[in-house]
Structures are given as C-alpha cells and as structure tokens.
C-alpha cells in the first residue's frame, strides 16, 4: 500500500511569506502528527491530530498551524517566516492508538529553506 | 520532560563486526522505547519497539534491550554491512506528563566500512 506522500519535497521561501505543507496519510490511518527536524535541535513535535481535531501540541509558537480534513490529509502553516523556521518537516501517521504499539510511519519531508 | 541521550560521534565499525548503540533517558521510564533509522533526506524508519516490561526484543540481525534500573536501551546489529550505514534514532513515550508521542533522540550516526 502506498505511504505516506508529503508535498512539496522541497520549497525555497523569502522571510516574512507564508507556507503551507501537505501530508497524505497511509489509508485508514487516522491519526497525523508533524514533526520539524534541524541539526541542531533534532526532532520536534509540533503537532497531532486525528478525526479533523488538535490532540497534542508542542512548544513552538502561534506561527505554526494545522489542520486534518475528513479524508485525514493534513496540512500545516507557518507564517511570516523567520530564517530559524528553515528544517525537514516530516509528517508521521498511525493507526488511533496503535503508533506506539506498531511505531510511526513518516513521510520523506519537505525540505523548507527561508532566504 | 523526559531527556534523551545518544552518542553524538559517529560510529565507525568493520562490515562483519557487530554495532551497538546507546539511548540513555534521565527521567521517569517510559511505557515504551523505539528505535528508527533514518538516511539523509529521507523520512525516519520505524525498526523496533519494546516495552518497559520487555529486557530483550529481536528481530532478524536487529536486537534491543532494555534496562530501566540503569535507564538504557542499547541497539545492536549483527554481522553489520554497508547498507546498514545510516543514523539510528531512539524514541520514547511520556507517560508522566500523560502523552503518548514520542519524543526523539538525535540520533546516532553509524559508518559501516567494507
């Protein structure tokens, strides 16, 4: 079965703009989260949903936003972009309750780069 | 919050040999641990979890332990290779603070030479 498709892989964005990132989750999974990963802070929650409704959020400011559809697909924001905000964002999707039976499923990212 | 430790130098071993890594935690023991493996660019890799009432998981060359007296999860594989090059990161839950995701390591680079 296919995995789970993040779009776009990579985007180049000047500092103040907006972005907006997409996940496809694995089919019948229910459960989203997004993850942002630099070298210096490796891997960071940033959120997780599930049946369209913030579950978890991390430490990261109002900038940075989501959103679930009924159909699963997330998608997240981040606004007025800083220099700081450039990482891979992954997204990870599970099964509801299942992820830390099973483990997670990630995305390949996408690579965001603030010039 | 739960601290997680791994070796931030690489690992470097001989193909053949047997590789084995670290996740030190410092707070409470988590419900679970797991293990992922991640190449550069891509998505991490779910490999292995095990729980916290579990001292040994195996999976084909893959093995883990883990020891909640000393708070430490060691990764081992076996008869290493090439492709087996790649960071491995650890991951645990948090049950203290009542959340299930997973809060991860940075990770630990391994260099398989043939």
């Known amino acids: 079965k296919a995995g789970v498709t993040q779009t776009p892989r990579y985007l180049i964005k000047t500092r103040g703009q907006q972005v907006t990132l997409s996940c496809s989750p694995i089919s019948g999974h229910r459960s989203v989260s997004w993850y942002q990963q630099t070298p210096g802070q490796g891997l960071q929650f940033l959120f997780e949903y599930f049946s369209e409704t913030q579950r978890n959020k991390g430490n990261f400011p109002g900038r940075f936003s989501g959103r679930q559809f009924s159909n699963s697909r997330s998608e997240m924001n981040v606004s007025t972009l800083e220099l700081g905000d450039s990482a891979l964002y992954l997204c990870a999707s599970s099964l509801e309750g299942q992820g830390e039976v099973y483990g997670y499923t990630f995305g390949s990212g996408t690579r965001l780069t603030v010039v | 919050s739960q601290k997680i430790e791994q070796n931030s130098e690489a690992l470097n071993i001989q193909e053949g040999k047997t590789a084995t890594l670290t996740c030190n935690y410092t707070?409470?023991?988590?419900?679970?641990l797991q293990w992922y493996r991640q190449d550069p660019g891509r998505g991490p890799v779910f490999l292995l979890l095990i729980r916290e009432n579990e001292k040994e998981k195996r999976k084909e060359r893959l093995k883990v332990t883990f020891d909640t007296t000393l708070k430490q999860s060691l990764f081992h594989i076996t008869a290493s290779q090439p492709a087996d090059s790649a960071t491995y990161l650890c991951a645990l839950d948090d049950p203290e603070g009542g959340s299930y995701i997973p809060t991860f390591g940075r990770g630990t680079s391994l260099i398989v030479h043939p």
């Open positions: 707070n409470y023991s988590p419900a679970y």
